[in-house]
């Protein structure tokens, strides 16, 4: 199926109409289906005020969904309000009496590396080696020479949010257990932009937002925990939702959700992830979030990779023929198989994606940077209207 082509599926995204969008790295445009979803619920709630049940039954639907997309069981999802939040919560978990180094990357987004530095600084961790991309990307021995036998956790990002740059994350995993470590990987610009596969890579923890490349909103996002890990990973903090017999199971067990007191002596966790829920979700941004899983699960993840990858193919084979061949920061495909983002360098970043936002074209600015991030909605022609225009912008700089 040709997605892009299709003017239904085009017309399920009301911004494609006024505007060239190619920022799906910084927020995915919302389908109508989801904006919908949302709104629905919203009115349902000023209406007839709080559904609790039901909206509590879209957690547990969002946690199913997005196992599927990532080849994982429900029971090892927990659905959390950010993947910041998401993070710290699994980062709580971690053992750090004997293994107390983590390894992670400066191509992560800045929580993938903060959270750890953090930990050091207060006394939980002894050492956090970050590693220095080369031209946009971490060389994988850079990985194997800094992961030893005292490594708690391995933390990286499957897609550099900045360089674009693809990681090894099977390779990186193998390097990880062979030395006991844990590996967490960030996965939001990797999930419906890539195939990913958690089991097939060896991922041990994982936490992905919706509101990027799922089309979905702000405000939810996923962790996953490997099964056989959830035995003893146990948070250090926790809240209500995520006790042993919390309110969601006794309602999967067709109970009351307050028939007997919650037991006040202990903390102990779910046995799911569930144990990664603290309180409270907002029930539109759930919804919504399941509703854009729903939407990309009945489209297929397939057809999004391939228009992404020609999107992708089309645009760097352009920007090299203006002449910005050596400007590019992401990887060529011979060197890294990339995703989705394509990022090169300019000066004053700010002036130039302003420049493009006057032509209607919309993009990121990063660090004296121009970050493109193509998706399944977008058309040659987009990626077209886009390189004529820095063309004309690089040309009025040189004649300034
Ligand atoms: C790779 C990556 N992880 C995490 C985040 C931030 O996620 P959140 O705001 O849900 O914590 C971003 C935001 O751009 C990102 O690019």
């Known amino acids: 199926m040709k997605l892009h082509t299709d003017e239904g599926l085009r017309n399920q995204f009301p911004a494609l109409s006024t505007m060239t969008y190619l920022d799906s790295a910084g927020a995915g445009l919302p389908s109508r289906r989801v904006s919908n979803v949302m709104q629905r619920l919203t009115l349902d709630w000023a209406s007839k005020g709080e559904n609790w049940e039901e909206w509590l039954m879209d957690v547990v639907n969002t946690r199913r969904a997005f196992a599927k997309m990532i080849g994982g069981k429900a029971e090892?999802?927990?659905?959390?309000?950010?993947?910041?939040?998401?993070?710290?919560?699994?980062?709580s978990a971690l053992k750090l009496k004997?293994?107390?180094?983590?390894?992670?990357?400066?191509?992560?987004?800045?929580?993938?590396?903060?959270?750890?530095?953090?930990?050091?600084?207060?006394?939980?961790?002894?050492?956090?080696?970050?590693?220095k991309h080369r031209r946009g990307q971490v060389p994988l021995d850079a990985w194997e020479k800094s992961i030893d036998d005292k490594t708690a956790v391995v933390a990286v990002d499957y897609v550099s949010w900045f360089s674009g740059a693809r990681e090894n994350i099977r390779e990186i995993t193998e390097i990880a257990h062979r030395h006991g470590a844990l590996v967490v990987v960030d996965a939001f610009h990797a999930l419906s932009v890539i195939p990913l596969d958690v089991e097939r890579d060896g991922v041990d923890m994982l936490a992905c937002g919706f509101y990027k490349w799922l089309c979905g909103p702000h405000g939810a996002a996923c962790v996953y925990v490997r099964r056989d890990l959830l035995q003893d990973f146990m948070p250090s903090y926790i809240g209500w939702h995520g006790i042993r017999d919390n309110v969601i199971e006794r309602l999967m067990q067709s109970r009351d959700p307050f028939d007997v007191p919650f037991a006040l002596d202990r903390g102990t966790p779910s046995a799911t992830a569930a144990r990664f829920e603290w309180g409270t979700w907002a029930p539109g941004v759930v919804a919504g979030a399941m509703e854009a899983m729903k939407f990309a699960l009945e489209l297929g993840l397939g057809p999004r990779f391939g228009e992404i990858k020609k999107r992708m193919n089309e645009l760097r084979g352009g920007l090299e023929k203006i002449g910005l061949r050596k400007a590019m920061l992401t990887p060529s495909p011979d060197e890294n198989q990339g995703a989705g983002i394509l990022t090169f360098g300019v000066r004053e970043?700010?002036?130039?994606?302003?420049?493009?936002?006057?032509?209607?074209i919309v993009v990121s600015g990063r660090f004296d940077h121009v970050r493109i991030s193509p998706h399944f909605y977008n058309t040659a022609e987009d990626v077209e209207k886009l390189i004529q225009a820095v063309r004309r912008i690089i040309k009025k700089r040189k004649t300034r």
């Open 76 to 91: 090892e999802v927990g659905v959390v309000p950010s993947v910041s939040v998401g993070l710290a919560s699994l980062a």
């Open 98 to 131: 004997t293994r107390r180094k983590v390894v992670t990357s400066s191509l992560n987004f800045p929580t993938n590396v903060v959270l750890w530095q953090r930990m050091k600084e207060a006394g939980l961790l002894q050492n956090v080696t970050v590693l």
């Open 349 to 360: 970043h700010s002036a130039f994606v302003s420049d493009l936002r006057k032509e209607g």
